[in-house]
C-alpha cells in the first residue's frame, strides 16, 4: 500500500513557506423572489414610456424647428 506523499516545494521550503491548503466552499441556497420579475416589467415599462415621450417630443421640436425655417 502507497500514501500519497506531497510533492517537495523546494522554494517554499528555502523561503520557510507553508503551503496553502484550499478552502472548503460552502453552497448557499438562494431562493428566487417572487417579486423580481414584476419589479423588472414595471421597470422596462418605464423606460419604454420615458424614450416614447423623449421621441415626441424630438419630433415636436423638430417640427417646430422646420416650419420657423420654412417662413
Do not use: C, F, W
Amino acid at each position: 500500500m502507497q500514501t500519497h506523499q506531497p510533492k517537495e516545494d523546494k522554494i517554499a521550503d528555502s523561503l520557510d513557506l507553508i503551503p496553502m491548503q484550499p478552502e472548503e466552499k460552502v453552497l448557499v441556497e438562494s431562493k428566487p423572489s417572487d417579486n423580481i420579475p414584476e419589479k423588472d416589467l414595471e421597470y422596462s415599462r418605464e423606460n419604454l414610456y420615458h424614450l416614447i415621450e423623449r421621441g415626441r417630443d424630438d419630433i415636436k421640436s423638430s417640427r417646430s424647428k422646420s416650419i420657423t425655417k420654412s417662413l
